[in-house]
């Protein structure tokens, strides 16, 4: 049923639902709660140049610009409370290519439509063209979608995850 849920959100984000909270599922909801509280670091309910500096310090990036934290904040329209901010995570998904296009984009990589690619391939893609991506990149890749024992790639489960936040569950 997801991909009927997804359609739905489509829609609604072309314009629908004035309420940011109808976009996501409660548990995303929770998700974003949770991060946003970790992110507000001095509890006041606000997310400020301040509270990114300090999340951003306990992530080991210690030497931030001013102007790149003045950037995030200026993404919002006012001050970031956690409706803003869920709002602000609804229009960056609201951007997303929708699930049946990026397996499409997959497909032509997987000729003999197995539904997996080979690691190796893969990260050589990766890493060679494009916006190339970096070694931590790769390791967090391997560490959030690893390849089965054969060393295949299950690109529609990556697909899922890209357009829903969360992994499929087998069925």
């Keep these: 049923m997801a991909p009927k849920k997804a359609k739905k959100r489509q829609q609604q984000g072309e314009g629908g639902s004035s309420n940011v909270f109808s976009m996501f599922e409660q548990s995303q909801i ?9 992110i507000d670091q001095n509890r006041d309910g606000i997310i400020s140049k301040d509270d990114l500096r ?3 310090a306990t992530m080991g990036q210690l030497n931030v610009k001013n102007e790149e934290l003045e950037a995030m904040v200026k993404e919002a329209s006012g001050p970031i409370n956690f409706t803003v901010f869920l ?21 032509v990589l997987d000729p003999e439509a197995t539904g997996f690619i080979k690691k190796e391939f893969l990260e050589e ?3 060679t063209q494009c916006d190339r ?6 390791t967090n890749l391997w560490a959030a979608f690893p390849p089965d024992v054969a060393g295949n790639v299950d690109y529609k489960n990556i697909c899922y995850v890209i357009t829903h936040g969360e992994e499929k569950e087998d069925e």
């Design 30 to 38: 929770q998700e974003y709660k949770e991060a946003f509280t970790i």
């Design 54 to 56: 300090d999340v951003l």
């Design 87 to 107: 709002t602000m995570f609804g229009e960056k998904l609201k951007g997303a290519d929708p699930e049946d296009v990026i397996v499409s984009a997959f497909k």
């Design 125 to 127: 893609l990766l890493t």
């Design 133 to 138: 991506f970096t070694a931590e990149e790769m």
